[in-house]
């Protein structure tokens, strides 16, 4: 199947108060999210997304020097895609930007082999992983103090 689309929206979620954070030093204010989404369709309307950075810039690139170079072309190998890509563009930047649309050129091509991406990227490698433990922000020294301590409890390393 061929690529139909590519296209990135921004988002963007404001919040219905702002969100004070407090921190060591001072406070920050938070009043809205933004991310990016990049959508891929194939010719029977089999979709692939990923995520990106939310920027004017990135959302342009992608839907006006990125988009034109995958749309009709078939999605098999993602990594021949960039490949391909890589050749016929010399901008760095533009690699940058392309990594988000990878991430959705693999999600559709592992709907379409109808398996995981991580199977798609050569399988599962092993049963456990390590996880660890992880602080918030904005805190004094003390609450730092406090967030470790939870993690130890918890089993945490």
């Known amino acids: 199947m061929k690529i139909r689309s590519v296209e990135a929206f921004l988002l963007s979620y404001p919040f219905r108060e702002p969100v004070k954070l407090e921190y060591f030093g001072g406070t920050r204010q938070i009043l809205k999210r933004d991310a ?40 098999v190998d993602p990594d021949a895609l960039r490949v391909q890509f890589q050749k016929t563009e010399p901008d760095p930047e ?38 660890y433990g992880s602080s918030g922000m904005y805190m004094p020294p003390e609450g730092y103090a406090r967030e470790a301590a939870l993690a130890q409890k918890l089993g945490f390393p």
């Open 94 to 131: 533009l690699w940058k930007i392309y990594c988000c649309v990878e991430v959705a050129l693999y999600d559709l091509a592992g709907k379409r082999k109808g398996i995981p991406v991580s199977e798609f990227l050569g399988g599962r490698v092993r049963d456990r992983i390590r996880v």
């Open 36 to 75: 990016m989404l990049v959508r891929i369709r194939d010719e029977d309307g089999t979709t692939g997304y990923g995520p990106g950075a939310a920027s004017e810039h990135w959302q342009k690139r992608i839907n006006e020097e990125i988009a034109p170079f995958l749309i009709g072309r078939a999605v």
